[in-house]
């Protein structure tokens, strides 16, 4: 089966299989989401466990995926070689700093609000929490993808939907972590999977974004790959470990972290 998607996505436009891509990462939050449906609660250790895994597979992917290729593609030797991913990797933290200063949001274990002062409601504010984990996620599938559309030898197709699979599964416990604090809250069912499933809207669009930057500019594919890598550890270190750290769950998010940072490893290692 996964030799059958690759060649239908090798003969269809790469930023058309970027949106494709990141349309899959989406439905995974939304299916996630959907257990709203079903329960009303979920156990606080279980989904503390779900965002340490969250937590590795966005690790892992930052180096497997993303870092190492961004160095490999890179000339030069020594530490010219390792330039343009220090760059890029500086200026994704700093961008996901800026918006984590700017736009308001709330994390589902804080009872604070971060970023400016907003009237919004506190369902917006934690939708708009995870959002800020998904940007960065969908531009690194777009940007692989753009790599392959510009004819990169070290972006291939393989690597681009190995790394969609793996931001997909990790995408499964953000729906269930946006939807079920939302229910809990007393928002309907229908209400907390529709503020679910739209936290991951932003990742075909970050997607389609990157895979067209890096197509028609060529050059910056190793910056933005690094850009991507940098954006996403920002937002493990300053949001979902901190998250995972409230209860008294600390040792099931850390063996969670552990097993989302082995599959990813896996995946890429293995399919990539």
Known sequence: MFDSILKYLEGIDPILAAFYATMFTWFLTALGAAFVFFFKNMNRALLDGMLGFTGGVMVAASYWSLLAPAIEMSDGEGFVKVIPAAVGFLLGAIFLFGLDKTLPHLH???????????????????????????????????????????????????????????IGIQNFPEGIAVAMPLRRMGASRRKSFMYGQASAIVEPIAGVLGAVAVTFF??????????????????????????????????????????GFIVMMSLDVALG
């Not at 939708?127 to 990169?152: K, S």
């Not at 954006?231 to 008294?248: F, G, L, R, S, W």
């Open 218 to 259: 060529t050059p910056v594919l190793p910056y933005a790959l690094a850009f991507a890598a940098g954006a996403m550890i920002y937002v493990v270190v300053e949001e979902v470990i901190p998250e995972t750290q409230q209860d008294k769950n600390t040792d099931i998010a850390t063996l969670g972290f552990i097993g």
């Open 108 to 166: 589902i274990n804080f009872k604070e609000t971060e970023g400016i002062k907003s009237p919004w409601q506190r369902t917006t504010l934690l939708v708009l929490a995870i959002t800020l984990h998904n940007i960065p996620e969908g531009l690194a599938v777009g940007v692989l993808f753009g790599g392959v559309a510009a004819g990169i030898p070290e972006a291939s197709i393989a690597g681009a939907v190995t790394l969609a699979i793996g």
